[in-house]
């Protein structure tokens, strides 16, 4: 199942964030996002003007909500960048790939 098709899973904590080896089968489904240290994923959006880049801000915002998973959104005019990674664990799980595909699917 694509990740994309998937929920994200709430973490609890107490687990360990992914490893290099477990964090590239899930970066090759997500090619354009950027890995950051094995710490969080990032990606910049572009957009013609300020009103769409706030759009895509909202529309991420209610796919954050659905999935109880929360990025943090930079918007800019006509630029939108998103940084994702578990805050109760400081690091990356397989739900951070899964929001950012299911945040792929927007744009």
Same mark, same amino acid.
């Given at each position: ?5 998937? !929920?994200? =899973? ?7 964030? /992914? ?10 489904? %997500?090619? !354009?996002?950027? =890995?950051? #240290?094995? +710490? +969080? ?7 013609? #003007?300020?009103?769409? *880049? /706030? #759009? ?7 796919? *954050?909500?659905?999935?109880?998973? +929360?990025?943090?959104?930079? $918007? *800019?005019?006509?630029?939108?960048? =998103?940084? @994702?990674?578990? +805050? &109760? @664990?400081?690091?990356? %799980?397989?739900? #951070?790939?899964? $929001? *950012?595909? &299911? @945040?792929?699917? $927007?744009?």
């Amino acid at each position: 199942m694509a990740l994309s098709e998937r !929920d994200c =899973v709430p973490c609890r904590g107490g687990v360990p964030p /992914l490893t290099a080896a477990e964090i590239e089968p899930l970066a090759r489904e %997500t090619a !354009d996002w950027r =890995v950051v #240290d094995g +710490h +969080h994923i990032e990606r910049e959006f572009r957009f013609p #003007d300020f009103r769409e *880049a /706030l #759009d895509f801000v909202n529309r991420v915002g209610a796919i *954050a909500e659905e999935q109880g998973h +929360h990025p943090d959104c930079h $918007l *800019a005019w006509g630029r939108v960048t =998103v940084s @994702i990674w578990t +805050h &109760k @664990i400081d690091g990356l %799980t397989e739900s #951070d790939f899964i $929001l *950012a595909a &299911k @945040i792929d699917a $927007l744009s």
